[in-house]
Structures are given as C-alpha cells and as structure tokens.
C-alpha cells in the first residue's frame, strides 16, 4: 500500500513523464514505480490519453489582419489614454474659471434680487464642496485600500 | 550528447542576447519611446492573445483584453525592473485582466463550450468519418470541461498544454517551483478527468 506522500510523488512523476519533462534520474524513479504497483497503469494510460486530447485542441488562428493592426490597435489606445486626461484637465481648468467669472458677475450685478445672488452662490459653493469631497474620498480609498493590488 | 549540449549552448546565448536586447528596448520604452514598446508588442502579441483566449474563450475579449493589458503595462512601464523579464511581468497584468473579467462579468465571458471554428480547431482533419462524431463528442466534453473548471486549475491547463510552455516557463510566469507547477497540473488535470468521466458516463 502506497503512502499518501508516495502517491503524491507519483503523481507528479506522473505530470513530468506525460509531458516529457523528467530528468534521467526522475523517469528511472518513474519506471520503478510503474513496475512495482502495476495498479497505476491504468491511471498512466488516462492521463496520458488526456494529455493528447488537450494538446490537439489548439485554438484557430484569427485573421492575418489581427496582427497587422494589433500594434496600431495598442497605440491608439495608450494615445487615447492620454487624450481623454488633457480633456479632463483642460475641462476642469475652464470650469472653475468659467463658475469664478459667474460667481464674479452675478456679485457685481446691481439688476439681481439679493435672494437670486445667495441661491446662486449657494448652489455654487454645494458644488464646490461635493466635487472637493468626492475627489478627497476616491484619493483616500486608493491610498488606504489594502486590496488595490490584488486581483479582485 | 556533445551536439546536444552546442544546442543546448546556442539556446542559452540566443535567450542572453534576447534578453540583452529586451532589456535595451524596456530602457528606451522608460524614456517615453513609444515605438520601442511597438517592438514588445509585436513580439509578444500572439502569446497574450492565445492566453487570454484560453482564459475567456472569445475572440473579442481576448483581443481587448490583451491589448489592455499592453496600455497598462505602458502606463507603468517606469516602475518595471529592467532586470527581469519583461512576458513575466505583462503575463501578471494579463492574468488579472482576465481573471477579474470571468469574475465581475461572469454573464459577458463566453465559456469553453461555446467555442465555434473560428477559435478552435477540431480534433484531427484527417480522420474517417466515424470517428469524427466520437471525437466531436470527446471535444465538446473536453471542452465543456475546462469551462466548469476553477480559473486557476483552467490556467495551468492554458499554459501547459495550450500554449505549451515548459514547467521551467510556467514557473517563472507564476512565480512559483517546478515542484509546485507540477502538483498543480495534476489537481488541474485530475479535476479536468473527473469532471469528463461524469460528462461522458452520464452520457
């Protein structure tokens, strides 16, 4: 009766012959086993029968086309990348200046009731706050999430 | 033996040089060349491609998916080490695109069993017509097989026998021993074998 640490090196010995990748010494080891315990023969022939049903099922090459354009396909990527984080910059820039320059004019502006002027500043001071606050907890979780690096 | 070993040399100096150069055009992607990482793309496209479509199983996906991977590895190409190899690293990016895509969108992943002739070869051209129906089913199960498996089990399988990497290859892309790819294979393997057994004996 084969211990469970024999078995396990069997079964390893197994893995490396039907893949050919036993040394000299380690397919001595192997054959030893296989004439001792004539009972794993048929567990060899399964695996090695496996082994050839999977090897033969190799996935279709696609087009030739793929390849031509898949470096192409990359790089606009990586340049997309880059375009949508000069949008964000730039989008961001004008509208600050663009909420300044309204906070600005409707201050200075004589013709509005005093009502309308603090409804406006509110609204835009809720803004300000909600925006900074999203962008201090997204920044805080990246920092401090344990996980970010691990495969979710 | 002597031929072997000049062989076995020449293998060695070829993987130096490469490696020599690798390391050359990793430098240059650091300085912000983006044709230099053109020349890792296209070195290493087709591997990606097949992995990931080994992972996912569609022809879309794998394509997107291991494109993405290449615009994340440029993106973080200046933390890389020059001194390790680059598949190595991008394979470590590739395997949790994938993995996190079969996980978060389980419903969008396409399994196994629904590979058609554009991305899987039938077993054998050659064979008579009798066979070809018992080799259809034999596919169909394998098939069908390897989608029900663990990711992780379905990952060793895609490396060893679909991309036929060596335990040696496989060890460095996982970070672990060829004791411990080996151990994993037969689990990988053992589960596969079980799961067909049921398949084909329910049949």
């Known amino acids: 009766m084969m211990s469970e640490s024999e078995k396990d090196r069997f079964h390893i010995l197994l893995m490396g012959a039907i893949d050919g990748e036993l040394s000299e010494n380690e397919m001595r080891e192997f054959e ?14 399964q695996y090695k029968k496996l082994k050839e049903v999977t ?18 396909m990359v790089y606009n990527k990586i340049e997309r990348g880059i375009g ?5 910059i730039g989008s ?3 509208l600050t200046y663009g909420g300044f320059k309204l906070v600005e004019s409707v201050i200075s502006n004589p013709h509005l009731l005093w009502i309308v002027k603090a409804g406006i500043l509110l609204l835009m001071g809720g803004l300000s706050v909600l925006l900074v606050s999203v962008i201090r907890e997204r920044m805080f979780t990246y920092k401090r999430d344990p996980y970010k690096e691990i495969m979710r | 033996m002597a031929a072997a070993d000049s062989i076995s040399s020449a293998n060695l100096s070829r993987q130096a040089f490469d490696f020599k150069e690798e390391k050359e055009t990793i430098i240059k992607c650091q300085n912000g060349d983006k044709q230099a990482f053109g020349i890792l793309v296209k070195k290493y496209m087709q591997r990606a491609y097949y992995i990931a479509l080994g992972f996912i199983g569609s022809h879309e996906n794998a394509l997107d998916l291991s494109q ?23 394979y470590q990016i590739l395997r949790n695109l994938c993995f996190n895509f079969l996980r978060d969108r389980a419903k969008h992943a396409r399994p196994f069993s629904e590979f058609d ?22 596919v169909s199960a394998v098939q069908k097989a390897l989608s029900e498996l663990k990711i992780k089990d379905r990952e060793i399988i895609v490396l060893k026998d679909f991309q036929d990497l060596s335990y040696k290859e496989i060890a460095e892309v996982l970070d ?6 080996m151990s994993r294979l037969y689990y990988a393997r053992a589960a596969l074998k079980t799961k067909l057994e049921r398949m084909l004996y329910d049949e």
């Not at chain 1, 090897?55 to 090459?61: D, E, G, H, L, Q």
């Not at chain 2, 672990?176 to 790819?181: E, H, K, M």
Request: charged residues 40%; hydrophobic residues 40%; contains cysteine.
């Open chain 2, 176 to 181: 672990c021993p060829i004791g411990t790819v």
């Open chain 2, 117 to 138: 002739d554009h991305e899987i070869n039938r077993i054998h051209e050659d064979s008579a017509a009798s066979d070809d129906v018992e080799r259809e089913e034999i």
């Open chain 1, 92 to 94: 961001v820039i004008l």
């Open chain 2, 68 to 90: 993405e991977a290449f615009v994340k590895a440029f993106r973080a190409i200046k933390r890389f080490d020059v001194d390790k190899r680059f598949f190595t690293w991008y």
């Open chain 1, 32 to 45: 030893r086993i296989r004439d001792e315990r004539p009972e794993y023969e048929k567990e060899f022939e």
């Open chain 1, 84 to 88: 949508w984080l000069l949008f964000t």
């Open chain 1, 55 to 72: 090897t033969r099922m190799r996935p279709k090459s696609p087009p030739v086309e793929v390849w031509d354009t898949y470096w192409m």
